[in-house]
């Protein structure tokens, strides 16, 4: 099975901020890669797909990059609405999607 | 509009049963790669099992044997039948719809099940 690792594991930030969360692959995905915002008590939302692509009505200070084993997702300027854990997901497998730790973003 | 609702967590004993639904709106459940994932309290998320369109099932190892997915077509539902549960298995479940090539792009809103005597 294909492992998926976050890092860091929590950020703290402040508002304006530009933050970048880094997901590694134990092998090779291609861009076969979401990124995922969840909030306290509610379901994930599907933010980016195919590594890079912004899922509609995602804000565009949002915005994520890679292929193969490294990924990134980068947030240009920290709104307080963004205050959230993230979660990178590889979809290279249908039979065996797997998450990433999750990165908790916290005011600093 | 797309929606999914959970419905059938709970409180179960170790060694229990229980069966989890997933009833779907504004798409076809029959047509789509939907999912199961679970997320234990203060965790990250988890990934459960999956059905494809044409049937094909496939589950983590965790869950092996101990559970099965399916679907009721005539019903537009999701379906997770859970045996032999264990108190590691305590999680809100959420079924989510597999756009291909895009990932969970539909999340239900969750059911609780807690194994504990």
């Known amino acids: 099975d294909i492992q998926m690792t976050q890092s860091p594991s929590t950020l703290s930030a402040s508002v304006g901020d530009r933050v970048t969360i880094t997901c590694r692959a134990s092998?090779?995905?291609?861009?076969?890669l979401a990124w995922y915002q969840q909030k306290p008590g509610k379901a994930p939302k599907l933010l980016i797909c195919?590594?890079?692509s912004l899922e509609s009505g995602v804000p565009s200070r949002f915005s994520g990059s890679g292929s193969g084993t490294e990924f990134t997702l980068t947030i240009s300027s920290l709104q307080p609405d963004d205050f959230a854990t993230y979660y990178c997901?590889?979809?290279?497998?249908?039979?065996?999607?797997?998450f990433g730790g999750g990165t908790k973003v916290e005011i600093k | 509009e797309v929606q999914l609702v959970e419905s059938g967590g709970g409180l179960v004993q170790p060694g229990g049963s229980l069966r989890l639904s997933c009833a779907a709106s504004?798409?076809?459940?029959?047509?789509?790669?939907m999912t199961w994932v679970r997320q234990a309290p203060g965790k990250g998320l988890e990934w459960v099992s999956i059905?494809?369109?044409?049937?094909?099932?496939y589950y983590a190892d965790s869950v092996k044997g101990r559970f099965t997915i399916s679907r009721d077509n005539s019903k537009n539902t999701l379906y997770l039948q859970m045996n032999s549960l264990r108190a590691e298995d305590t999680a809100v479940y959420y079924c989510?719809?597999?756009?291909?090539?895009?990932?969970?792009?539909?999340w239900g809103q969750g059911t609780l099940v807690t194994v504990s005597s």
């Open positions: 059905i494809y369109s044409g049937g094909s099932t």
């Open positions: 989510a719809r597999l756009r291909l090539r895009a990932g969970l792009d539909y």
């Open positions: 997901q590889q979809y290279n497998t249908y039979s065996s999607l797997t």
């Open positions: 092998q090779s995905i291609d861009t076969w």
């Open positions: 195919k590594a890079s």
């Open positions: 504004g798409f076809t459940v029959s047509s789509n790669y």
